[in-house]
T-cell receptor, first 114, second 115 residues
């Protein structure tokens, strides 16, 4: 079956620090990979995605590269802001699930202090 | 336009009572999904609707859980004889239907607390 493993949090950083949140996956077939973000008190939002190997997804200064050889999709940002404080979820979807079911990691809380 | 809405936003109930959670998807979205977000478990898939039918119910944790969708729009998730371990945030998402992946848009969730 499909599974996603991401680093446990919370990750605590100072503003302008470099961020990495690790994510690895197990899937049959060729999954599409996603990062979702949940800001305090808000619903889950798609942050970025990559649909095939070596694709790089990017949005709002965040980036993640689909690495098939290491089955990874690590999230990075060069300089975090206080407003980036949120819970980040790595997820995948695959053809063998009919592109219907997202499989999520457990989430990583990011806390950015001024 | 309006996003996915869910009601109630919060529900506190006593163990053993039944609860109904409602989801209004984005207009025109034919696919609808229920997920559960609980502490320590992350986000778990519960059930997926395509129109009014549910081709994938594999995530429902027990026969106390059921869901229906009528008119290809609103869906209700019903939990019978609630238990404390049912306490979680229940998230609904909807998407268009088509070849390959269609982005799922999530509602704000219903926080269920079973005392």
């Amino acid at each position: 079956g499909n599974s996603v493993t991401q680093m446990e949090g919370p990750v605590t950083l100072s503003e302008e620090a470099f961020l990495t949140i690790n994510c690895t996956y197990t899937a049959t077939g060729y999954p599409s990979l996603f990062w979702y973000v949940q800001y305090p008190g808000e619903g889950l939002q798609l942050l970025l995605k990559a649909t095939k190997a070596d694709d790089k997804g990017s949005n709002k200064g965040f980036e993640a590269t689909y690495r098939k050889e290491t089955t990874s999709f690590h999230l990075e940002k060069g300089s975090v802001q206080v407003s980036d404080s949120a819970v980040y979820f790595c997820a995948l979807i695959s053809r063998n699930s009919g592109y219907s079911t997202l499989t999520f990691g457990k989430g990583t809380m990011l806390l950015v202090s001024p | 336009g309006a996003g996915v809405s869910q009601s109630p936003s919060n529900k506190v109930t006593e163990k053993g009572k039944d609860v109904e959670l409602r989801c209004d998807p984005i207009s025109g979205h034919t696919a609808l999904y229920w997920y559960r977000q609980s502490l320590g478990q992350g986000l778990e898939f519960l059930i997926y609707f395509q129109g009014n039918s549910a081709p994938d119910k594999s995530g429902l944790p027990s026969d106390r859980f059921s869901a229906e969708r009528t008119g290809g729009s609103v869906s209700t998730l019903t939990i019978q004889r609630t238990q404390q371990e049912d306490s979680a945030v229940y998230l609904c998402a909807s998407s268009t239907q088509g070849e390959g992946y269609n982005e799922q848009f999530f509602g704000p969730g219903t926080r269920l607390t079973v005392l």
